[in-house]
């Protein structure tokens, strides 16, 4: 599977953006997809996560209600759409997935396998 992440950018706080990861390849109904986010001098964090099949989603208590992840599976694209951002959201979002992953993990990244190249976000206050 190979993951490809787009539709960073500059925005103003309070401004929305929203991210895309295509990937290559089936998705089976297991997958877990996920979208995490590094800032510089920081670990990588969670951000999000949705299992393909069911469409169960979780959320960081950072994003809740305003972030949102999705998929469309004719394009096999996940989405976050983020709304209400705030300076702290600034980061580099990495979209990852994992096919086999343990439910209990999918908040880590050692636990997935799959990594898109990142795209850089950018809250002006």
């Known amino acids: 599977v190979q993951l490809q992440a787009s539709g960073g950018g500059l925005v103003q706080a309070g401004g929305s953006l929203r991210l895309s990861c295509s990937a290559s390849g089936r998705i089976v109904s297991n997958t877990h997809m996920a979208w995490f986010r590094q800032a510089p001098g920081k670990e990588r964090e969670f951000v999000a996560v949705?299992?393909?099949?069911?469409?169960?989603?979780d959320y960081a208590d950072s994003v809740k209600g305003r972030f949102t992840i999705s998929r469309d599976h004719a394009e096999n694209t996940v989405y976050l759409q983020m709304n209400s951002l705030r300076p702290e959201d600034t980061a580099v979002y990495y979209c990852a997935s994992d096919p086999s992953l343990i439910r209990s993990s999918r908040w880590f990244p050692t636990a997935y396998d799959y990594w898109g190249q990142g795209t850089q976000v950018t809250v002006s206050s």
């Open positions: 949705l299992k393909w099949g069911s469409r169960h989603t």
